[in-house]
């Protein structure tokens, strides 16, 4: 199935804005995300890549899979509430050392 993906919008196979690939082989179709649907346990979460978005659907339906390893994140990207509650702290250890 392909869908009309409006431009800059969602997440698409081939090149990014500075022509680096982002993905390949980006099916324009849901993928599961591999969580169970706790209302219903008979569904299970899933998302889809060109508009964004998520919602469940039965268990057998036919969904893509997107297979994650360990490593294969950049790294621990704190959000920036931790960041900004750590900035806090230093800062008012900081005060408190320059105080005493």
């Known amino acids: 199935m392909s869908c009309i993906v409006p431009k800059g919008y969602g997440l698409v196979d081939g090149p ?47 969904h893509y899979a997107w297979a994650v390893r360990p490593g294969d994140v950049a790294g621990n990207v704190p959000e920036p509430a931790t960041l900004m509650l750590l900035s806090l702290g230093m800062a008012g250890l900081g005060w408190m050392r320059r105080r005493g």
Not at 29 to 47: C, I, M, Q, V
Request: hydrophobic share 30%; aromatic share 20%.
């Open 16 to 62: 990014a804005l500075n022509d680096e690939s982002l993905f390949t082989n980006l099916q324009s179709y849901e993928y599961w995300s591999g969580l169970e649907y706790a209302p219903d346990t008979r569904n299970a979460w899933y998302f889809s890549p060109p508009f964004g978005g998520q919602n469940d659907d039965r268990k057998d339906a036919s």
